[in-house]
């Protein structure tokens, strides 16, 4: 499956939650909106082997304070907590969404070589190159 696949599910994702908060636009949040894929931390193979997840992705409000975060988990759901305001500690809503067309051992493998490998770290993912297939991608160790 292509890559773009992968990142069209999670913009699909993200589509969910920002229509949840249509008062939140564009010009309030870091980089107009961005979705960043954070894995800077932890790295992908860490959080897929010891978290059952992939790293999160991300989009900020203009004071780098999460508005939304969305955890792929190995059972090919998605976790999505927002931060409705840019000082809010707890979520201000929270729900979980299965993925429709992919799979999230694929999504790892795919994250896993498009950032990781590339020494790509807490990107925007549309900084990302997406043109590869999941068949060409290694397993994560």
């Known amino acids: 499956m292509n890559g773009y696949e992968f990142k069209r599910e999670i913009e699909r994702i993200f589509k969910v939650a920002r229509n949840m908060y249509p008062n939140v636009t564009d010009d309030m949040l ?3 909106g961005a979705i960043y894929y954070m894995n800077g931390n932890d790295s992908t193979p860490f959080d897929w082997n010891c978290n059952n997840r992939l790293c999160e ?3 900020f409000h203009k004071n780098e304070i999460g508005f939304i975060k969305a955890n792929v ?3 090919n759901t998605v976790d999505v907590y927002i931060f409705e305001t840019d000082d809010a500690m707890q979520p201000t809503h929270k729900f979980t969404e299965e993925m429709e067309k992919v799979k999230a051992s694929s999504f790892a493998r795919i994250m896993n070589y498009i950032a990781d490998d590339n020494g790509l770290w807490d990107k925007p993912i549309d900084e990302l190159d997406w043109d590869v297939d ?8």
């Not at 999941?134 to 160790?141: F, G, K, N, V």
């Open 30 to 32: 870091d980089t107009n």
């Open 57 to 59: 992705f991300f989009i």
């Open 73 to 75: 988990n190995s059972d």
């Open 134 to 141: 999941s068949l060409e991608c290694d397993e994560i160790d």
